[in-house]
């Protein structure tokens, strides 16, 4: 059997056979999203796994691995949920398991980075979402978004750009003891010229070719 990119999968799958394409999640975000789901009554639940389908590509024996949600399937791997929803982006059954991260890794599919900001042999990615380890840093990166200090972006793990920009800025140890106060300190940083680069920015942009409005000069006392 084919798949086409997005082919939706309505029948239910198991969170426990879904394969993480990363090291870590932000388990005070994973939090959050615990908070939200069980805030849902039954009927707001189901829409919820209806309308966040998790994206998956097909790997070698079948296998599926996450290419995004991460956070909301560890949230209701928490919760006790069972079964989930999933859209089939991708189909590399036919490949081998060399071939196979390669092609992740080509599209933009894979982010094999431990909680220290450094890249991981594939073969270290934990092998269920109860695995995934916590980095503080992709914490401070949901809130961040989540209060508007970057734009959802079309780059893949954008998040996790954000969350490298901060690992030399904030300490683990301000972001355990004060977390709202590491997120603001995070969005004055994301507000500055020095994030200006990354995906997302939305601090303050200066018009080209605008000049500034003259000052009117000040009359002379007599």
């Not at 939200?36 to 966040?52: E, V």
């Not at 209060?147 to 300490?171: C, I, N, Y």
Request: charged share 25%; with cysteine.
């Amino acid at each position: 059997m084919s798949y086409s990119r997005h082919d939706p999968v309505l029948h239910p799958t198991g969170i426990a056979d879904l394969r993480p394409t990363q090291m870590t999640v932000g388990l005070l975000e994973v939090e959050r999203k615990l908070g939200d789901w069980r805030a849902k009554n039954l009927a707001k639940k189901s829409q919820t796994l209806l309308t966040h389908m998790i994206p998956v590509v097909l790997g070698p024996d079948g296998a599926r691995y996450i290419t995004d949600h991460h956070h909301l399937a560890r949230a209701l791997w928490d919760d006790g949920q069972k079964d989930v929803f999933v859209t089939v982006i991708g189909d590399l059954r036919k490949a081998d398991s060399t071939n196979f991260w390669t092609l992740m890794d080509y599209h933009g599919w894979t982010h094999p980075y431990d909680s220290k900001g450094s890249r991981c042999d594939y073969r270290q990615l934990p092998k269920t979402v109860a695995g995934l380890a916590d980095d503080p840093y992709r914490s401070v990166a949901g809130a961040l978004r989540q209060a508007g200090g970057f734009a959802k972006d079309s780059t893949p793990f954008s998040e996790f750009v954000w969350a490298d920009f901060f690992r030399s800025r904030l300490k683990v140890k301000d972001i355990k003891r004060d977390y709202r106060g590491a997120v603001a300190h995070a969005l004055a940083l994301a507000k500055s010229a020095e994030a200006d680069y990354l995906p997302g920015w939305s601090g303050p942009h200066d018009m080209p070719g605008v000049a500034a409005p003259a000052k009117k000069p000040r009359a002379k006392k007599i």
